[in-house]
């Protein structure tokens, strides 16, 4: 038997052989995955510059060995990314093939409108850490080698109002040392805010050049707000384009209107709700950035800027401003005028009725829904409260007077939250009984006419 001491010894012997042999094996794994190596570099047609609508030149991969000797038959995927960041499917002359005599395999980005940055990246098949990349960048114009190019000469950019004709937007042909190009057939087009393209609106849409290069346009009037933009191609060359733009804004204020909050009636001490104002063109455009002035018409007649949550406003994108009337103890009829600062014709007002603050009722209970014939449906969302003041007292829902007392019957009815700005027709009905030993009971209601007369409290039968 081994001892102890022995075994642990042969243990430790044969750990470590293990261990040279996984050294050994590992090593010799190592120069086996050396000798299959592979680079992949741009031999020609790196970070290219190309104007818009042109191809790039060619672009050549080379996919080479651990000694820098060509690697043929290599199968090599190329991918091309937008200046967005997605993956394009097509835009290149070739997508990827195994590698020539050479170890080469190329490609070529095919010609388009969209400016930017667009990065080709190629990638060996069987080795997908094996790549490289490059970038062709796509910008506006022509190089300076090419015949011609369009500019802009005057009326680029402009704004105008509504209904308004644009100036004259110029663009010119010029040749590669800037001579202007006469003769040259351009094509103009127009575009709406909506994205449409328009077959009418410009005054011109194309001809030849006139002995300074050049051919112009203009924007006819429109009411419809927006970007509209104009491009000139060249005929015989459709890569060479130029475009322009107007923005048609708001013409000048014509109509100035409330919009909502008009003919309010509120409680005294309470702040009336928003009253919006609304400024248009002729053409029922909002007009924003308009200084409109507030004053208000109290019950006596006085005019003043006082008593309004503000005196002036800007008008905002919508062309809307809003004031509204404090909170007041004196009732009545209070007018509140809005006019505009740069042209006092165009003002408009409204009325807010301040009311003696409401008493306090009593509970009447909840309405009930009666049929055309009397009959009683169901309850609705409907409170009613009221009572009757004899000689100034407080209002209750019963009392007793004589003659010779003075008395005012209140109402106030809290409608469905779904009858609001509905119309109803409001039936009052008066009662009075005799005091004992008398039993009997009158009910009175009011005609059309506003007379009283007796009713036997028949619903169906309603005056």
């Not at 704004?159 to 663009?171: G, H, K, Q, R, Y």
């Not at 919009?259 to 053409?283: C, H, M, V, W």
Request: one cysteine or more; a negative charge; hydrophobic letters at 40%.
């Amino acid at each position: 038997m081994l001892s102890c001491k022995r075994f642990a010894h042969m243990q430790t012997a044969l750990f470590n052989k293990h261990l040279r042999w996984l050294f050994l094996l590992l090593y010799g794994g190592l120069s086996l995955w050396q000798s299959g190596f592979a680079a992949i570099i741009v031999t020609s047609g790196a970070s290219q510059t190309v104007p818009a609508s042109s191809d790039s030149a060619d672009i050549v991969f080379k996919v080479i060995d651990e000694y820098g000797e060509p690697n043929t038959g290599a199968t090599v995927n190329l991918s091309l990314i937008n200046p967005n960041g997605n993956i394009m499917k097509v835009g290149l002359s070739s997508y990827g093939s195994g590698t020539d005599n050479n170890g080469q395999v190329s490609t070529r980005f095919y010609g388009t409108r969209i400016l930017g940055n667009y990065t080709i990246t190629a990638t060996l098949a069987t080795d997908t850490t094996q790549f490289t990349g490059t970038n062709v960048i796509v910008t506006a114009g022509r190089v300076a080698d090419l015949r011609t190019a369009i500019i802009v000469t005057s009326g680029a950019s402009q704004t105008v109002p509504a209904s308004l004709d644009s100036e004259d937007i110029v663009f010119k042909v010029t040749d590669k040392y800037g001579n202007p190009n006469t003769g040259a057939t351009v094509n103009l087009s127009l575009v709406n805010p909506k994205g449409d393209i328009i077959r009418s609106g410009l005054s011109n849409y194309g001809g030849g050049t006139d002995n300074n290069g050049q051919v112009s346009t203009y924007l006819y009037g429109t009411p419809m707000l927006g970007n509209y933009t104009i491009t000139a191609t060249l005929a015989t060359d459709t890569t060479q384009f130029t475009a322009t733009n107007v923005i048609v804004t708001a013409g000048q204020v014509a109509d100035l209107r409330v919009i909502e909050g008009y003919n309010q009636s509120i409680p005294a001490s309470k702040d009336s709700a928003n009253i919006r104002f609304k400024l248009t063109d002729a053409f029922n455009n909002a007009v924003p950035d308009e200084l409109v002035n507030f004053i208000v018409e109290n019950p006596a007649g006085e005019i003043s800027n006082s008593g309004l949550s503000t005196i002036l406003a800007i008008s905002n994108v919508n062309g809307e401003v809003t004031a509204h009337l404090e909170a007041t103890e004196i009732s009545g009829i209070y007018t509140v005028i809005a006019t505009l600062a740069s042209n006092d014709t165009i003002t408009t007002n409204t009325q807010v009725q301040v009311k003696a603050a409401l008493p306090k009722l009593p509970s009447l209970g909840f309405g009930t829904i009666v049929d055309a014939n009397g009959h009683v449906e169901g309850t609705k969302e409907v409170i009613f409260n009221g009572g009757i003041s004899v000689n100034g007292g407080e209002f209750e829902q019963e009392t007793v007077f004589t003659t010779e007392d003075s008395f005012v019957v209140q109402g106030v009815i809290k409608v469905d939250r779904n009858h609001i700005e509905k119309t109803a027709d409001i039936i009052v009905v008066a009662s009075y009984k005799l005091l004992p030993p008398a039993e009997t009971e009158s009910f009175f209601m009011l005609d059309n006419l506003g007379v009283p007369k007796l009713w036997a409290g028949d619903m169906s039968k309603l005056e």
